[in-house]
């Protein structure tokens, strides 16, 4: 992955709305949602939805899909793991780094 590419998707990921729409959309799989249900699902005003969607698939990190009026929005799951391999990359010269309780999300 590139370096641009790589600051590109942490950008897009750096803002709480765009985070938690990132997330459901991980939640719900190859489905997807349409921009309906995120917005219901994560109270967030359609017209501010549509604004941090596009910014989404302008990093890469879901796309968009149209299945007859509707509009369906998916995780980029091949992005999102070669983020996290660059990340990862020589991570702590190969040794283990943390226990596997210590590296548990507590978003």
Avoid: W
């Avoid at 009026?69 to 010269?93: D, G, K, P, V």
Wanted: glycine share 6%; with cysteine.
């Amino acid at each position: 992955m590139k370096e641009t590419d790589v600051v590109r998707s942490l950008a897009a990921l750096a803002q709480e709305v765009r985070l938690r729409v990132f997330r459901a959309l991980v939640v719900a799989g190859n489905d997807g949602l349409t921009p309906g249900v995120l917005s219901e699902q994560l109270e967030v005003a359609p017209n501010t939805l549509s604004f941090h969607l596009k910014e989404l698939v302008h990093s890469g990190l879901i796309s968009q899909e149209r299945q007859g009026r509707n509009l369906i929005y998916r995780a980029s799951f091949a992005t999102m793991n070669e983020l996290l391999s660059c990340l990862t990359e020589n991570c702590c010269q190969g040794a283990a780094c943390l226990s596997p309780a210590a590296t548990a999300c507590d978003c």
